[in-house]
């Protein structure tokens, strides 16, 4: 059998080293941390059966959620919001800049070690009673190294850092919710932008057809066969309807612009081609996941906030307690050159200092009451989020289901109006009415196909909304590329 024993001073070492880990182990002011508690309804109420109450998901990674539309176009241009989009860049550099940040504070573990050379000549005055250097000019050549270290003995530090990462992720957080913006916009602008392309198609096709009876009108008048008015009539309806024409293409041209400027490109090199088929909105599943809720950016980084400011408070707690620092220099100092690297002209420093404050005026207490405030508003910043969130799911569940039910009235109309057209063309070919009424039906009809063309178009914004209320997608899914 081996024993080993220990000497006096290494049992006196071994046992302040102990004393010192079990302090800076138990001594931390960090406040006990909990996620913020927030009222969240056990369903929604537009939503149909089979959405469950959600937990917190905001770390599952967030799908392409603009493929559920199926359309290879806005595919492309969803693409480029990563690479090109403006605000996403400066979103991905202030992200960096927090972690940065993290990195800073983690320093604060470890000792600063500053070196120095230096050669100076000083002269004291000769007038200097009690000096052995008085009127004489002297050379002074040194080099040295020095360290201080101050340990985190009450979680300052720890603290900071604690605090740093929080606002990491929540710029993190906040980088997937300008992400999730930016696209949500670029779909809600392309989708605009396809329905005026369907009303355009359907007026250009309304000017033709208002066109040839025109021209028909206008020689049936020659011939005698009908008056002045008829023509009238079908001339004011025509031009009508042509400015109604051009009006779109103002309005698609500035929903042309700001795609571009969403995908990071200029506006007077940007073109979409025009494409006027119909555009089907996405059908919602009938599980769909209110887990999903959770992944929201803007709350998880509301979260993140309330983590980084409760670390605040115990920052602010540590500067009551005193600061231990632990300073130690050694160098070579010479009057002389010559002798300057030899041993004699070694010196060193080694010492710990203990510091406190014993009085600032109530300085610290302000920094702690105001940190303590903070938390509370960051808390507020987090239910409000959460309730912003509810209710924006909310709205686009119910606007949803209207606009369905809307959607299917409005056919029946368009339907209707389309027959009572025809059938008012074929009494005013027969002689039993005047144009008036052709014109009459044909402005009903094209109002109801218009009418029919937009709520379409408000469904598929009400799709995009839902799906940017819920944080990016309907189902599980990976994120697409190009994340930090």
């Known amino acids: 059998m081996v024993s080993l024993s220990l000497s006096r001073p290494v049992q006196r070492r071994t046992l302040v080293a102990g004393m010192i880990g079990a ?50 176009v806005l595919n492309q241009l969803e693409a480029r919001i990563d690479v090109s989009n403006q605000t996403v860049r400066k979103a991905v550099a202030q992200l960096q800049q927090a972690r940065s940040m993290v990195d800073y504070q983690r320093a604060g573990f470890f000792p600063t070690i500053t070196a120095g050379v230096a050669q100076d000549r000083s002269r004291t005055s000769q007038n200097v009673e009690g000096k052995s250097l008085a009127g004489k000019t002297v050379p002074d050549y040194s080099a040295g190294v020095s360290a201080s270290w101050e340990p985190d003995l009450f979680g300052r530090v720890r603290d900071s850092v604690n605090g740093a990462q929080a606002d990491a992720q929540a710029s993190e957080a906040d980088l997937e919710g300008v992400r999730l913006s930016m696209s949500a916009d670029l779909a809600a602008d392309y989708f605009s932008l396809r329905s005026l392309d369907t009303q355009k198609k359907l007026l250009d096709d309304s000017v033709s057809a208002y066109a040839a009876a025109l021209k028909l009108l206008q020689q049936q008048l020659q011939n005698g066969a009908i008056d002045a008015s008829a023509v009238a009539q079908a001339t004011t309806q025509l031009e009508a309807t042509r400015t109604q024409d051009t009006d779109i293409d103002v309005t698609r041209a500035q929903l042309q612009h700001a795609i571009a400027t969403l995908t990071g490109e200029p506006a007077s090199s940007f073109a979409l081609p025009p494409n006027g088929s119909a555009v089907t909105p996405p059908a919602i599943p009938v599980g769909l996941p209110s887990q999903l809720l959770e992944r929201r950016p803007d709350i ?66 302000a920094t702690l009451h105001g940190a303590t405030a903070q938390y509370d508003g960051a808390v507020a910043d987090y239910r409000q989020s959460v309730l912003v969130a509810f209710q924006q799911v909310e709205d686009n569940l119910s606007a949803l289901h209207s606009l369905a039910d809307e959607a299917a009235s409005q056919q029946r109309a368009t339907t209707a109006a389309e027959l009572s057209l025809r059938l ?36 598929l914004e009400s799709s995009v909304l839902l799906l940017k209320a819920l944080g990016g997608t309907w189902g599980e899914g990976k994120r697409a590329a190009g994340s930090v």
């Open 424 to 459: 008012t063309t074929n009494r005013f070919n027969a002689g039993a009415v005047s144009y008036l009424d052709v014109v009459t039906a044909q402005t009903i009809a094209l109002t109801n196909q218009r009418v029919a063309d937009q709520i379409a178009a408000r469904r």
């Open 23 to 72: 302090l800076l182990s138990a001594c931390s002011t960090l406040p006990s941390y909990q996620r913020p508690s927030a009222e969240i309804p056990a369903q929604y109420a537009g939503a149909a059966p089979g959405w469950a109450q959600a937990a917190p998901a905001d770390a599952t990674p967030r799908g392409p959620w603009w493929t559920i539309f199926n359309d290879p």
């Open 300 to 365: 998880a980084a509301a979260e993140r906030r309330v983590a980084s400011a409760n670390a605040q408070i115990g920052a602010a707690q540590a500067a009551f307690f005193p600061d231990l620092v632990l300073s130690a220099s050694a160098g070579l100092e010479s009057t002389f050159f010559a002798p300057w690297l030899s041993a004699p002209s070694l010196f060193w420093s080694l010492g710990p200092q203990l510091a406190g404050t014993l009085f600032d005026g109530g300085k610290r207490r």
